[in-house]
């Protein structure tokens, strides 16, 4: 094989792409299409394999192979002769990523990115994989080796390589085909299941769930304080909490700068792939929003507070749009060539030294186990020489006992200390930001600020959310079809939206509606479900498709069903319609709450724990939510008083509303008609408690509304999903 070559002065045809991943291998010397007809129709007209490389911008092992094979002139030289070289990038694109994605992962047994896969003309997958390095290494085959054997195939033995892909692709097919055999039953018994699995998965060491590398998985947590909530099961609380709490103070939560990195590449949470996704700060500050009600103790919020305002300093655009994630890599300081896994992010103890200064540095290298030869235990690729990666390593009390010090004391020098190395880091070269708004995941994003607001009643955190709301319907909306696009970026609006961009975003709106009470996000919410229902529900299996049917190009049309990275759009779908019915009075709506649930019934029985977050959308079911209706004006002191002992207490199953005596409750009562009457009394805010829309006596006292939420209703009767009867 040559040595390594460069061309930097190449341009490829993804210099026209809007995608921040594809533009990254814009100057690659590859002959790189996007996906789309004209890659297609070279491949049929020179009948040449089509290899797909999938990938997203963060992501380190994708700089990897680039730097190294699709740098390569040797190796693009390979790629440009014998295929036809089609790049995705799989967060704009996940409808290509997911049908190869299970292609790759039914043929290898695993999956990730970057993600290559060889293609017939025809589209059908014969061979894939995730990263190879460039030549054969310690027993992996390399990728020169892979592009031979494949040029080799499809020249000598092309009938066989077009047999097997036509047998793969009907596999694949029969895989994600419907089962006509009858749905199980929704029953609570799936509840106790999941919570069975998740705790036989749990590590009681350091949290989490599994062994290293250990991924945060926060619909496993909203699981878990549901369920406790539901059964006062102590274990449940105990694994949320300590996770979280192990969770904080490892490495994968950037002490400096706040917010979570992906995931760790060990058991401890100290070594984190140091990628920033906007989906993982979404989630975590929920769970965190969530263990503070259940527990009360500041340190919680004090975690959902740092996550919330990274994103707002970093991850915010000028209009109030949230863009993707930050890189994992960036050049090393005093070397602008060469980039480096977390080398904005990691620490040498001199550095701490000489910025805080001799007395100050040991208090705090004592309490983040900073060490002069670095604090990375295992470092097989060399990224971390004298480097540490900052992580609580004793409690402040010990600390503080250390050096004879208060503790007050040490945690205002510790505080005073970050404020100064944020500063000495924000003169390092920064890592690359992923600057596209994806709707999906401002959706998130948005639910995690309307959260944040009710909980800790900051007015900033629902602007955040109210300002993204608005830029998304601007941009991303098209009023006279009612639809979705994905992404945006730099004044591209493109892509029809998907399921989860529907699903998240309608969660979005029914979180800011109950935080701020504006009635036009409620009524985005419901066209935008009736939206969902036309261009995804599966009329004869039950449950809704990830993609529309309208692209032919995509081989297989299918649901998602696993709460991973991201919580599963369907999961999320079955709660949003439970919650608009409870919020409409619509039958229908409450119909297919039940059945999107019941289409996944089945794998609720067979692996529950694999959709944690569909259990919580049938714990909703499965116990009547308490419908809150707070009389009162919006903005008026009293109300607010109300509203801070609603959301002082962890209630999951519960509608919040607003009877303001004016266009809000109008359009309320046009579908609960009970809510006409209900107003203040002798002019006080005045909070209803209702079931089955009927309510209890009216509280004025928000001390005891609170008390009230505090006592646990027991489940229906039946322990069927709930079917109000007004």
């Not at 490829?12 to 004209?38: D, I, K, M, T």
């Not at 090393?332 to 805080?356: N, S």
């Not at 935008?528 to 498709?545: N, S, V």
């Amino acid at each position: 094989m040559p040595e390594h070559q460069v061309t930097p002065a190449f341009t490829n045809r993804l210099a026209r792409a809007h995608s921040p991943y594809l533009l990254q291998h814009a100057h690659n010397p590859v002959h790189w299409f996007e996906w789309g007809e004209e890659a297609f129709a070279k491949a049929r007209q020179e009948d040449k394999v089509i290899f797909l490389s999938v990938g997203y911008s963060t992501c380190h092992w994708c700089h990897v192979m680039e730097r190294e094979s699709f740098e390569n002139d040797a190796v693009a030289k390979v790629l440009n002769g014998h295929f036809v070289c089609i790049k995705v990038d799989r967060e704009e694109r996940p409808d290509i990523d997911r049908v190869y994605m299970t292609f790759v992962q039914a043929t290898t047994g695993g999956g990730g990115w970057p993600m290559s896969v060889w293609l017939t003309p025809g589209l059908k997958p014969f061979f894939g994989g995730t990263y190879f390095p460039v030549e054969d290494h310690h027993g992996r085959r390399g990728f020169v080796s892979v592009l031979e054997a494949i040029v080799e195939a499809w020249t000598t033995q092309r009938e066989q390589v077009l047999a097997s892909s036509a047998d793969i692709t009907r596999g694949l097919q029969s895989l994600v085909a419907r089962d006509d055999t009858p749905p199980r039953p929704l029953e609570a018994s799936m509840l106790d299941a999941g919570y069975a699995e998740i705790r036989s998965s749990y590590e009681p060491h350091y949290g989490g769930f599994g062994s290293a590398p250990k991924f945060p998985r926060p619909a496993a947590l909203n699981f878990l304080a549901r369920y406790f909530a539901r059964t006062g099961t102590n274990d449940a609380l105990d694994m949320m909490l300590f996770t979280l709490r192990q969770m904080a103070g490892g490495g994968m939560h950037d002490h400096i700068g706040g917010g979570f990195h992906r995931y760790s590449v060990d058991e401890r949470w100290h070594v984190p792939h140091f990628e920033k996704m906007l989906y993982d700060q979404a989630q975590l500050a929920c769970a965190y929003l969530e263990a503070f009600q259940i527990t009360h103790e500041a340190f919680y919020a004090d975690v959902a507070r740092d996550t919330l305002d990274y994103v707002l300093r970093d991850l915010t655009g000028e209009r109030g749009q949230f863009y993707s994630a930050e890189d994992a890599d960036s050049p090393q300081p005093g070397d602008p060539v060469r980039q480096a896994e977390g080398a904005f992010y990691v620490w040498e103890a001199d550095e701490i030294r000489q910025a805080l200064g001799e007395t100050k540095a040991q208090v705090f290298n004592d309490y983040f186990g900073v060490l002069t030869q670095g604090n990375v235990r295992s470092d097989p690729h060399g990224d971390f020489p004298n480097r540490n990666v900052l992580m609580v390593s004793r409690t402040l009390e010990e600390t503080a006992k250390q050096f004879r010090l208060p503790p007050d004391r040490v945690r205002a020098l510790l505080a005073e200390a970050r404020r100064k190395l944020f500063d000495v880091r924000a003169k390092r070269p920064r890592p690359q930001l992923d600057d596209k708004t994806l709707t999906a995941w401002n959706g998130l994003m948005i639910s995690a600020f309307a959260r944040a607001a009710q909980v800790l009643d900051e007015p900033r955190y629902l602007e955040a959310a109210r300002k993204s709301t608005a830029f998304l319907r601007a941009e991303l909306y098209r009023p006279d079809t009612g639809t979705l696009l994905r992404r945006h970026r730099q004044g591209d609006s493109a892509i029809d939206g998907f399921l989860d961009d529907y699903a998240f975003l309608i969660q979005g709106l029914l979180d800011v509606y109950e935080a701020g009470f504006d009635p036009g996000h409620l009524r985005w919410a419901v066209a935008l479900q009736e939206r969902q229902d036309g261009l995804f529900w599966d009329a004869a299996g039950k449950g809704y498709f990830s993609t529309t049917n309208a692209d032919p190009n995509i081989l297989l049309r299918m649901k998602d069903d696993y709460d991973g990275a991201e919580p599963s759009p369907n999961s999320i779908a079955a709660l949003n319609l439970v919650r608009l019915a409870e919020m409409t009075g619509n039958a229908t709506l409450r119909t297919r709450a039940r059945d999107a649930s019941t289409a996944f019934a089945r794998r609720l029985k067979q692996a529950p724990s694999a959709m944690p977050q569909m259990l919580v959308a049938l714990g909703f079911q499965l116990r009547r939510p308490r419908l809150i209706v707070i009389a009162g004006q919006p903005d008026a002191d009293d109300t607010r008083a109300m509203l801070r002992a609603v959301h002082r207490e962890f209630v999951p199953n519960k509608i919040v509303l607003l009877a303001d005596g004016g266009e809000g409750q109008r359009m309320l009562a046009g579908w609960l008609q009970f809510l006409k009457d209900l107003k203040p009394l002798n002019g006080a805010a005045t909070a209803y408690l209702c079931q089955d829309y009927a309510c209890q006596l009216p509280l004025t006292d928000p001390d005891r509304l609170a008390d009230q939420l505090r006592s646990r209703p027991g489940p229906n009767s039946a322990g069927a999903p709930h079917e109000p009867s007004g």
